[in-house]
């Protein structure tokens, strides 16, 4: 593709020659001679000089002999040009229904519905038009799966587990195994049936290795549009709301409610039965003991506590620690000196 | 199930009219003008009167004109009624052995196995009566499954594991790879064989996406009644007691001994060669660094010390936090004063 | 095998009598009359007198009557010892292609390769020589297999992933899963492809239930000889560098590059574009927010510190908030006095 069409794809404006090929896209960093890059914000368009790049898109006009597009919305045209330069490596299935896929004869199918070898689909399933269902992915009884949602291989959605249209899931994660609910019976525990189950909206995308545990008599819910990455645990009940970003290796203990637009980052514990109003950001590493009532904070640290509160609280503690030392170094001083 | 027949198979005593249908079951929270909900502790009885609900189920008589079930131990009459009122989500699974499994001829399967399509069964394993291989598990050489066990699908259980009576082991839980040991070799790291093995007792839950080592010499060990949620590994040569309650993201290091009873609380982690007396409480979100000799005690924070001397010691460095802030304030003020 | 031939096996010297039956190996703190021991570090060497063991195995002659095998690299000898004595616990897997496996008839599979029960290999897969793809395991299109590496059960290899020689990647394994790429689109997430994929190298070892996503635009890369336990997650664009030791339930941020033989202690976290310089030790528990320059440093604490710092600081801390609690107990001791 040349130039010139990837900014007629990008609905951008173009600012000088664009009869080149495109072959390679690259970050501004790690640009080659061969390259189209990126100038996605401000600060890196002082790098614009030094780049070897051969053409720029960019949200403004650059100071350069070199050729750019102008886009409104660079992120969303590198998303774009990404699909367009290298279509043969957006992931695409083999149609069709394998005869190494078991399902029940009592499972709807919709239109054009890929079945990959080894899948395993339970009595009772919806699967919605052109959904797919990848190699030996585990659909258990009365499953729904929306229209062109991708299950991957490996993955294990329990007994009436609903998930929405447009949404992905990715292998190894499952959906739908029993809560933990346990109860003191002397010494030992006995268990509570976990009746409810996992309820995932549209346009969702679910990583690699989740854990999302059916709810205890209500339903675990995941709301539309959210996106969750790798090695997260969901426990029962909780209630994610739409458009949440929680990335990896995070413990949501059972009950949680988050509200919209909610961010997460990684290796962060949150405690059981607490809610977390819309727009907040919690940091990485963060350990969340209570409720967020006030939307859109930025919170870190464990407990968590408002970012810029827990940064000047853990300076002020380094300075306690460092005068400490310093008073101690300047008694062995003393001492010494007076030892002479 | 009218009430009063509820009440009869929860072995409870009913106070006012049980003739009426009981279809839904909620908490005392979530109860609607459809549900017969749950008083399990004595601090939701002032919520008996607001409630919408049709009938109550507690440890005592309550102040309500509406029907009331007694029973000596509510938690578990609430589990009986859940399995009792929702029968239709307990989950069942087609009985049989399909064709689409492949179990090697010198498996020894018990009576009435119930065996899914995609299960792989290796040379030598032995599947007690009534036990279930979900689809798509895998079941190397050699592995043992006790009577009435249930083993998910896409479960992985190496050679030689061993799993008892009446356990249960979710989606994903990989039991048994090669625990991990190596040593220096120069600066490459060579591979020390891991011969031992997995060892999970009966009435052992286990949930989805657990790794569970094998040990090097001697067994991984899991005790009886110990239930495992989502996402925890183990490493090699731990040794589990029975009856412990161990949530999600927790992360043993090799050759860790619990007790019997003890409760670990999420995304927590434990050291490597230490030792947990029983019934300790290990708080969520804890890093517990060194052996907890005294049986009973209730430890949080990094490193780990009893949760009531940990929260006195972080009340008192927040204490000194917020004096240092306070001076840093009063300074600024009375040189402002000063220069004025 | 007699202890004499194991002598040779391990070309060792023998001080003593070698001429009885090596039926046990164990660890010197459970060695029983039945076993032989080792001595790997020099303290331990007083263990000797008390241990009921048959005959040790050592790096130097040992002041015992019994019967001791010298070696110059005793944790050498002792994975080589394990190999010999217990020949049938060492993994094997029988030979040749399952008829219930699905491969794609444009994938290219060596000499000897193994490949077991619903096992999926995809359009376009290259598999070297005596490679083994165990049951279960799903690749998708144009994986490429190194020679002898073994693809464990339920491991999930993604489009165009590059597995080296001689590696092994255990149960539950997801590679090559879409990095987390979203643009805010509004309130919504917009997806940016991830075109990238990702490579490991030869003599790698893989845990179970490990997730290492694929590179936005270029790759994720894992070098030769680097040993990762189980459950770490490594984002899209991270280069661990070659003969690292990476332990279990680590999260690894976007583009974290890793040096050679940096060892990461487990339930750690790494923020993302960072860089860790070769020989790094990254303790347990740890949670690293910038890049360490300097090789070979030891880091602990969160936010990450130099160890022994850490520990000072901590240790002061400690004292400052001792001395805050005598103080309060002194003035509540003086107010008395006082009143009295």
New interface residues.
């Given amino acids: 593709m040349k130039f010139s069409q990837l900014a007629s794809v990008l609905g951008g404006k173009l600012i000088g020659s664009g009869d080149f090929e495109v072959t390679e896209?690259?970050?501004i960093d790690?640009a080659t001679p061969a390259s189209v890059t990126f100038v996605l914000e401000g600060q890196f368009e002082k790098k614009v000089a030094e780049s070897p790049a051969l053409g720029f898109i960019c949200f403004k006009a650059l100071n350069t002999d070199k050729p750019v597009i102008v886009v409104p919305?660079p992120?969303?045209a590198?998303?774009q040009a990404?699909?367009a330069i290298?279509p043969e490596?957006?992931?695409q299935w083999?149609p069709g229904i394998?005869d190494?896929a078991?399902i029940d004869p009592s499972a709807k199918l919709g239109r054009d519905v890929t079945v990959?070898?080894?899948a395993?689909i339970g009595?009772g399933c919806v699967i919605g038009d052109e959904a797919k269902i990848?190699?030996?992915a585990?659909l258990?009884r009365a499953v729904l799966v929306g229209d062109r949602t991708v299950i991957?291989?490996?993955v294990?959605l329990?007994?009436?587990v609903q998930v929405g249209s447009d949404s992905i899931i990715?292998?190894?994660t499952?959906v739908g195994?029993?809560g933990?609910g346990?109860?003191?019976?002397g010494?030992?525990?006995?268990?509570?049936?976990q009746?409810g189950t996992v309820i995932i909206g549209d346009?969702v995308?679910i990583?690699?290795?989740n854990?999302i545990?059916r709810g205890a008599?209500?339903n675990t819910v995941i709301g539309n549009?959210t996106?969750i990455?790798?090695?997260t645990?969901i426990?029962h009940n909780c209630r994610i709301g739409e458009?949440c970003?929680i990335?990896?290796?995070i413990?949501f203990?059972g009950g949680v409610v988050l509200g919209?637009?909610v961010m997460v980052g990684?290796?962060t514990?949150l405690?059981q039965h607490i809610s977390i109003a819309d727009n907040v950001v919690i940091m990485?590493?963060t350990?969340v003991t209570k409720s967020i009532t006030e939307p859109g904070v930025m919170v870190s640290g464990?407990p968590a506590k408002p970012h810029l509160e827990q940064r000047?609280?853990y300076a002020?503690?380094?300075?306690?620690?460092d005068r400490?030392?310093q008073t101690?170094a300047d008694r062995r001083q003393n001492k010494e000196n007076t030892e002479l």
């Fill in positions: 896209l690259a970050p790690l919305h992120r969303a590198f998303a990404v699909a290298y490596r957006i992931p083999a394998s190494r078991a990959h070898a080894g395993v009595a990848l190699a030996n585990v258990g991957h291989p490996l294990s329990y007994d009436r990715n292998s190894g499952i195994s029993d933990y346990f109860f003191p019976d010494m030992k525990w006995g268990k509570i049936p009746v346009n995308e990583g690699a290795n854990t545990d008599l209500g549009g996106k990455d790798n090695q645990h426990a458009n970003a990335t990896s290796q413990c203990a919209n637009h990684g290796h514990a405690n990485g590493n350990g464990y000047r609280e002020t503690m380094q300075k306690l620690i400490e030392k101690i």
